[in-house]
């Protein structure tokens, strides 16, 4: 009929409408900007300007169709809201124009729908006319009081496409809202209203059905008192639930119950949205039966959820959904609690199962604030006359308890491959907490290890809950911090689509941003809450905390991509690296030496440290003699390499049969190499030398070390040995004699780095000390050479602060 607005008009108007909800001066303008373009009252006589602002909102409300429309009610509200005390009312006046214009485009699009050519494009504006009328009588109900009667006939549309369907919902749900507000409605015009929603609830599928009943619970509960009708519908569904249930005890595989699944399956659920809108225990439908119906109910959909057939399964559970918003203590039964509890725990039950226990849960919390919304608007409106904030609080009780009894489940149902069933288990978090039904801080591991889901949308939703949280208890995400570092590790498990490749702790995008960076920033501005939290994690390295090597490497890969801010920051962590470095590099080289073999030639004592220094032949050494030579030996790198071998044979042959001790070293000494690799990582990411880690100390006031980070671009954390051990699955692999040498030359660089891990002073020519070239040369072995920027110990031309550097730098030896 008229020319459709410019698309980019209305991708603008999407886009700038969706900040709504953004910061206050955004949404000051947002607001703004759509009062003028939309809510200022248009001139009678200008039929044009009045048809470009349909056209334009309603191709907005098409274009949001999929996202929802929790704008549109937003900016609504907000508009209104505004005005509420003003005497004039430009918005409300607007929103009268719009309406009564709406109404008029419909009938338009209606009779220009026998034209074929245009049918597709009419069809389709229909239904984003009735769609953004229907979103009008969410926020002001009274606007569309005087259209009702127009609205009823679009309930006989004969369905054939998608858009016949939407039509018919969204007249439903006007409506439901509308036919409350009006005075005197005729018999008539409620009879049809009645019964043409009768006939599509018996003729179409469960999205027309729920709104169906939704509206005739409106209708008849509010104004027509028609029970009897209802009362009837109710029977023939339930009385075919009950033939049915009787059918299949007698023969449960006849294939009378094969033949009747529609039957069975649309029974299931009609029942179940029938509870939801009407409470049949009530005299006025079952008269004077002592016959408790709810519980009937519950026991035939109960039947059900065992059923063999995993579609009569999930509609029975709809239906029980259903029946708990009407009756929420029936969630109390042992049978539900073992069925709600036992389909959300057990890792073999059905996706399709789970997210429909969580849809539930997620329903009756809607539902709930729904009525808590309209028990404080009726509070406000009687304050002086009645408590309704006591039924509020009663009603809340109610919530609070049900939701303690599945928290755990739920909260369990995050580390689940599907992220369907993630995102469920968040919004049913996100409710409960917005609710305020349970103590925040049970949560928040959980929420901490959901900030790191690959989808962003519901990385940004455990954010923001964290955000919410932290706002009101300050110190709770400090608090549980570490289990919810440990937690995210469990999730990125449970995500892993391939097991034989190890859980990484960064993004695999171009920004390599930490997956726990959110957790980070929060912590980050309180001092002692970071340190505390960074020593907690360098801790786990400790080869007494047993932590399994992955989850070493998941949290070294968040170490090394934290959005540091100031040098203090990594300057701390290589400080705390160092001193775990010297612990549990001693106890790593004791307990692998306690595993060595007596020497065939001496077997009055262990294997020492010494012995290993030279071959097995010669005879014991003390450590400063056994030291002297091998200071000697390094100037000349083929005498070097000769006696490395030398050592290498010398422990070979004192290594026990069982390989066990081997394994395990090689195991625990992933800790320490994933420990040297992020000081070395840190190191040239941020430009620091030797001196100046040295240097560095804790106690020093805050400023000494608050200025900013200049970070090097293309450092990347790639841990190759410790991947590599992980990829091999050495800890269950056969040990071959190759990867025994490789294991005894680790052990050796490692005893090499821990007699010389503290630097000497530099020496007064310039030269650095033999005792550091030891060092260097150790870790570099120890790291595996490779690419410098990445594994070798060196350090970057340049510091962060542009300090002069002192000695100590394995850079210098190069040079």
């Given at each position: ?25 955004i949404k000051k303008l947002v607001n703004e900007t759509f009062q003028k373009l939309w809510f200022t009252p248009t001139p ?66 209606e009779e220009s729908l026998s034209d074929s050519d245009n049918k597709g494009v009419n069809s389709g504006r229909l239904v ?528 026990p049969e069982n390989s066990a001790p081997l394994i395990e070293f090689a195991n625990v000494s992933q800790g320490i190499l ?142």
């Amino acid at each position: 009929i008229e020319q459709p607005t410019f698309p980019k008009i209305t991708e603008m108007c999407v886009k700038m409408i969706r900040r709504v909800n953004d910061e206050e001066g955004i949404k000051k303008l947002v607001n703004e900007t759509f009062q003028k373009l939309w809510f200022t009252p248009t001139p009678h006589h200008d039929k044009e300007a009045m048809t470009r602002k349909i056209l334009n909102i309603t191709d907005v409300v098409a274009a949001c169709r999929d996202t929802g429309y929790d704008w549109f009610e937003q900016l609504l509200q907000n508009l209104l809201k505004s005005e509420e005390d003003a005497s004039y009312k430009p918005v409300k006046k607007a929103c009268t124009q719009l309406v009564d214009n709406l109404v008029e485009h419909i009938l338009k699009y209606e009779e220009s729908l026998s034209d074929s050519d245009n049918k597709g494009v009419n069809s389709g504006r229909l239904v984003a006319c009735i769609t953004t009328l229907f979103l009008f009588s969410k926020i002001r109900p009274q606007l569309m009081v005087k259209h009702a009667m127009t609205m009823q006939p679009y309930l006989t549309t004969k369905c054939s496409t998608q858009n016949d369907f939407m039509v018919i919902c969204n007249v439903a749900k006007i409506l439901e809202l509308v036919v409350p507000l009006m005075e005197h409605p005729s018999e008539t015009f409620l009879a049809t209203i009645e019964e043409d929603l009768m006939k599509l609830i018996i003729k179409y599928g469960m999205t027309v059905v729920q709104h169906c009943v939704s509206c005739l619970g409106a209708v008849v509960n509010k104004v027509t008192q028609n029970y009897k009708f209802v009362w009837a519908c109710f029977n023939r569904y339930y009385g075919a639930l009950s033939k049915l249930k009787s059918q299949h005890q007698e023969d449960p595989n006849s294939t009378i119950l094969t033949a009747n699944k529609p039957a069975l399956l649309r029974s299931l659920f009609t029942v179940g949205a029938l509870s939801r809108h009407f409470d049949f225990d009530q005299e006025d439908f079952k008269g004077n039966s002592k016959v408790n119906i709810k519980d009937k109910v519950l026991e035939l959909l109960m039947y059900f959820t065992k059923h063999s057939d995993e579609e009569v399964q999930t509609k029975a559970i709809i239906g029980l959904g259903f029946a708990f918003i009407q009756h929420p203590s029936l969630m109390f039964e042992q049978e539900v609690k073992t069925l709600y509890n036992s389909i959300l725990s057990d890792k073999n039950c059905s996706v399709n199962l789970k997210i429909q226990v969580l849809k539930n849960l997620q329903t009756y919390l809607q539902e709930e604030d729904t009525r808590m919304q309209q028990a404080d608007r009726d509070w406000k409106k009687v304050a002086k006359q009645e408590d309704l904030k006591e039924m509020g609080d009663i009603s809340s009780g109610m919530s609070s308890s049900i939701m303690q009894l599945y928290l755990k489940q739920v909260l369990e149902a995050f580390f689940h491959t599907q992220s369907s069933v993630r995102h469920f288990a968040l919004n049913v978090i996100a409710l409960t907490l917005n609710q305020g039904l349970i103590h925040p801080v049970q949560c928040v591991p959980y929420l901490i290890a959901m900030g790191t889901d690959p989808e962003p949308s519901m990385r940004n939703k455990a954010d923001q809950q964290l955000v919410e949280i932290d706002k009101k208890y300050a110190g709770f995400i400090h608090m549980k911090a570490v289990a919810g570092m440990k937690m995210s590790y469990q999730v990125q498990q449970a995500i892993n689509t391939c097991p034989k490749d190890p859980v990484r702790g960064f993004r695999h995008d171009e920004s390599s941003s930490a997956l726990c960076s959110h957790l980070y920033s929060m912590i980050r501005g309180n001092r002692q809450h970071r340190r505390a939290f960074l020593i907690s994690l360098l801790n786990l390295f400790d080869d007494t905390a047993k932590t399994e090597v992955n989850m070493l490497l998941y949290i070294a890969d968040n170490l090394a991509c934290f959005p540091y801010q100031t040098q203090e920051e990594p300057l701390f962590i290589m400080h705390h690296i160092d001193i775990t470095l010297s612990v549990s590099g001693s106890n790593l080289l004791q307990s692998f030496k306690e595993s060595m073999v007596k020497d065939k030639k001496k077997d009055k004592k262990p294997l020492s440290d010494e012995d290993t220094e030279s071959d097995s032949n010669s005879g014991s050494e003390s450590e400063e003699e056994a030291s002297k030579p091998r200071r000697v030996r390094k100037r000349a790198d083929s005498e070097s390499d000769s006696d490395e071998e030398n050592d290498i044979n010398a422990v070979m042959k004192c290594l026990p049969e069982n390989s066990a001790p081997l394994i395990e070293f090689a195991n625990v000494s992933q800790g320490i190499l994933l420990l040297l690799m992020l000081k070395q990582h840190l190191k040239n990411l941020c430009g620091f030398s030797d001196s100046k880690i040295q240097k560095y100390s804790p106690s020093e006031s805050a400023k000494v070390y608050d200025k900013a980070i200049n970070r090097k671009t293309g450092v990347h954390f790639h841990p190759k040995q410790t991947l590599d051990f992980l990829r091999s699955d050495m800890a269950n692999s056969k040990i071959t004699e190759e990867v025994k040498r490789s294991i005894v030359k680790q052990y050796l660089d490692f005893k090499l780095l821990m007699e010389h891990l503290d630097p000497d002073e530099e020496e007064e020519d310039g030269e650095v000390s033999a005792s550091t070239n030891a060092r260097n040369k150790a870790i570099t072995s120890l790291l595996g050479g490779g690419s410098p920027k990445n594994n070798a110990a060196e350090t970057e031309d340049d510091e962060s602060d542009g300090e002069d550097r002192g000695g100590g730098t394995s850079g210098v030896r190069r040079r």
